[in-house]
């Protein structure tokens, strides 16, 4: 059984860092260089279709984990990376407060086709100035349902405990 | 510290992030070689005042002077640093330009005080009115599909706002299932004042986004849910 749980969020909220934390094989990337200038203020490359890491459950259960591109312009591949995904994990910068607003289209588009349960983190907590999980919340007008998450990407057991909550959000629906 | 700039938060946005988080601090707002000095309790506005000397905003004396005022019932005295704090607030409320930090502070404020502190949630509501610039309202308001439902203590907060006719008729179509686009057909209401009343309960917390609606695939089960979480525990 191939399950999937998608990870978005917006342009170097640290997407592809997450999945590379907790993945078993090297996450396999589809990048391109990039070339605005705004978008090089963050990083020189960015996903264009989707990232992929794997978890292998049991010898009949793999969990993939698909990462989708940042940017609104490849909106067409959200649509198809969602389908039949369990479960959502929106990824912030909160070290950029300004940023965090970002998220929020990208929400937005996901609640009109996927009714799962969400999980916001609240990435780059490690760094200096970084806002407080509360805050994304506020900026972000989440509902209740949805909990935000302290996390730093390149900490494997920060990854595991978002996955963990998203999991356990899941499991309550199940009860 | 929280640091940000007024360009990515408009003032009403800073406001709502210290009320929702019941905050106690002093925000230092940065504009044009003038600084406004908020100090905040709870989430509500204790004290607010102008300086063009950043040191005036890290002293405590504008805050006891206004605590002072109230204890002696110094009505006169009270009115006139009133119409300092409205004024310091008005200067911030027009800001468009500029930086904002948030300190957490401990400011001890017995209760008979917090009866005289601003209501933040009114302040809120009423500066929504004058916000005409829709990439402002798209922040919050960023998709006709959103719904909204009322918070359960929506009492209590109506008790410190002062809502107009519209206002209210916004509200009482706010029900956790019509949309943003069906409040606008359900009210007659244009929809930019629409989005501006929407915009503004939203910040004062009268509404919230209403949940989804989950549904889950059916190859779920509980079992598998509980291999999937020991096997990441177990990583």
């Known amino acids: 059984m191939k399950l999937k749980i998608l990870v978005t969020g917006p342009y170097a909220s640290g997407k592809t860092t997450f999945i590379q934390s907790i993945s078993e094989i090297d996450v396999v990337r589809t990048e391109e260089n990039v070339t605005s200038a705004w978008e090089l203020e963050e990083k020189n490359h960015t996903t264009v279709a989707m990232d992929y890491g794997r978890i292998t459950i049991d010898e009949d259960t793999v969990l993939y984990l698909f990462g989708t591109p940042g940017q609104l312009r490849f909106d067409f591949m959200w649509e198809i990376l969602c389908r039949g995904a369990l479960g959502v994990v929106v990824l912030v910068d909160s070290a950029k407060g300004e940023r965090i607003k970002e998220a929020r289209p990208i929400i937005d588009f996901f609640y009109s086709r996927l009714n799962v349960p969400y999980v916001v983190a609240a990435n780059k907590q490690d760094l200096p100035g970084a806002w407080p999980p509360e805050y994304v919340k506020t900026v972000l007008d989440l509902d209740d349902s949805v909990e935000v998450l302290p996390c730093v990407a390149t900490d494997r057991e920060s990854v595991k405990r978002v996955l963990l909550r998203l999991l356990e959000h899941i499991m309550e629906h199940l009860k | ?235």
């Open chain 2, 1 to 235: 510290m929280v640091k940000g700039n007024l360009k990515d938060f408009h003032p009403i946005e800073v406001l709502q992030l210290l009320r929702e988080n019941k905050e106690t601090g002093i925000l230092l707002v940065e504009s044009r070689n003038l600084y406004i000095g908020m100090y905040f309790v709870d989430g509500m506005v204790a004290y607010a005042f102008k300086s063009d000397k950043v040191s005036d905003l890290f002293t405590k004396k504008f805050i006891d002077e206004f605590v002072t005022a109230v204890k002696v019932r110094d009505k006169e005295r009270f009115a006139n640093l009133l119409s300092k704090v409205k004024a310091s607030i008005s200067e911030f409320m027009k800001s468009k330009e500029g930086t904002f930090s948030f300190e957490k502070a401990n400011f001890f404020i017995d209760d008979g005080i917090k009866e005289y502190l601003m209501s933040t949630e009114r302040l809120i509501v009423a500066e929504s009115r004058h916000v005409d610039d829709e990439a402002v309202l798209e922040r919050k308001i960023s998709s006709p599909e959103m719904v909204f439902q009322k918070v359960k203590n929506v009492k209590e907060i109506l008790s410190k706002v002062q809502l107009e006719a519209d206002e209210y008729r916004v509200l009482d179509a706010i029900n956790g299932r019509r949309t943003v686009a069906e409040i606008v057909e359900f009210t007659g209401l244009p929809e930019l004042r629409v989005k501006q009343i929407l915009y503004g309960f939203l910040c004062a917390g009268l509404i919230k986004r209403a949940p989804r609606r989950i549904w889950l695939a059916d190859i779920l089960s509980l079992g598998l849910i509980k291999k999937l979480i020991n096997r990441i525990r177990g990583l």
